[in-house]
Nanobody, 118 residues
Framework: QVQLVESGGGLVQTGGSLRLSCAAS????????MGWFRQAPGKERESVATIGRSGGITYYADSVKGRFTISRDNAKNTVYLQMNSLKPEDTAVYYCAGGSTYLKYDYWGQGTQVTVSS
């Protein structure tokens, strides 16, 4: 079993930055593909960014390309999401997730709220 705990959310003005962290415990972190997802009120959950086991492969949603950066530190069992140039439409609950493949995430955190004011 894997436990994931997100942190770093909060309230920020348009154009500001936040760094989300997700600490993992319970299973070998480096064996997991990790991803960040978000869900805004009234909308479906969407993938924001994913990162491979060694950190060498990353994918981003078109809406965040050039503004968000996903990274991981396998020595610290942590995955990060650096969010720059934030927009009101980035407002959502952000979740980190881990899984054996890019298509199947078995472990989810509890989520952290990100609110971007205009």
């Amino acid at each position: 079993q894997v436990q994931l705990v997100e942190s770093g959310g909060g309230l920020v003005q348009t154009g500001g930055s936040l760094r989300l962290s997700c600490a993992a415990s319970g299973r070998t972190f480096s064996s997991l593909v990790m991803g960040w997802f978000r869900q805004a009120p009234g909308k479906e959950r969407e993938s924001v960014a994913t990162i491979g086991r060694s950190g060498g492969i990353t994918y981003y949603a078109d809406s965040v390309k050039g503004r968000f950066t996903i990274s991981r530190d396998n020595a610290k069992n942590t995955v990060y999401l650096q969010m720059n140039s934030l927009k009101p439409e980035d407002t959502a609950v952000y979740y980190c997730a881990g899984g054996s493949t890019y298509l199947k995430y078995d472990y989810w955190g509890q989520g952290t709220q990100v609110t971007v004011s205009s």
